[in-house]
């Protein structure tokens, strides 16, 4: 998460970049069907 600028909870962020990363491969797969000529890229 690049930042929390919503203050989003603590504890209901964790969950949700646990949730994000337990579907990691699910949302880059329904993102690609969305998308399909769309390069996926990621900023760290």
């Known amino acids: 998460m690049a930042n929390n ?3 989003i909870p603590t504890k209901d962020l964790s969950e949700l970049l646990e949730t994000i990363g337990n ?3 699910y949302i880059i797969s ?6 399909p000529d769309e390069e996926l ?3 760290c």
């Open 41 to 43: 890229k990621f900023y």
């Open 30 to 35: 329904k993102w690609k069907e969305h998308f």
């Open 23 to 25: 579907n990691y491969f």
């Open 5 to 7: 600028k919503s203050n």
